[in-house]
């Protein structure tokens, strides 16, 4: 079955920097699509970037120029670099493999 893992989350200060993995098992990661969406209290589901098997990529307006998302195909990882953080960026982010799965969410939280 597949299995998306994600880890990295915790608290920041506004304009600190986290980095967010996926581990993923139980599909062909290479040929996958990948995503991180997040969500904020009382806030519907944004997708937060994407990134196809051949490595072209999307971001979401709010956090161009400051995440990036990668993925690592051999060890079956995806990331999302995440810098200049800000309050706003507070949510729960979730590893996504489009249509197959999505992981248990880890919580970012954004405050001084």
């Known amino acids: 079955q597949v299995q998306l893992v994600e880890s990295g989350g915790g608290l920041v200060q506004p304009g600190g920097s986290l980095r967010l993995s996926c581990a993923a098992s139980?599909?062909?990661?290479?040929?996958?699509?990948m995503a991180w969406y997040r969500q904020a209290p009382g806030k519907e589901r944004e997708l937060v970037a994407t990134?196809?098997?051949?490595?072209?990529?999307k971001y979401a307006d709010s956090v161009k120029g400051r995440f990036t998302i990668s993925r690592d195909n051999p060890n079956k990882t995806v990331y999302l670099q995440m810098n200049t953080l800000k309050p706003e960026d507070t949510a729960i982010y979730y590893c996504?493999?489009?249509?197959?799965?999505w992981g248990q969410g880890t919580q970012v939280t954004v405050s001084s």
């Open positions: 996504v493999a489009p249509g197959v799965s």
């Open positions: 139980g599909i062909i990661f290479s040929m996958s699509a």
């Open positions: 990134i196809t098997g051949s490595g072209v990529i």
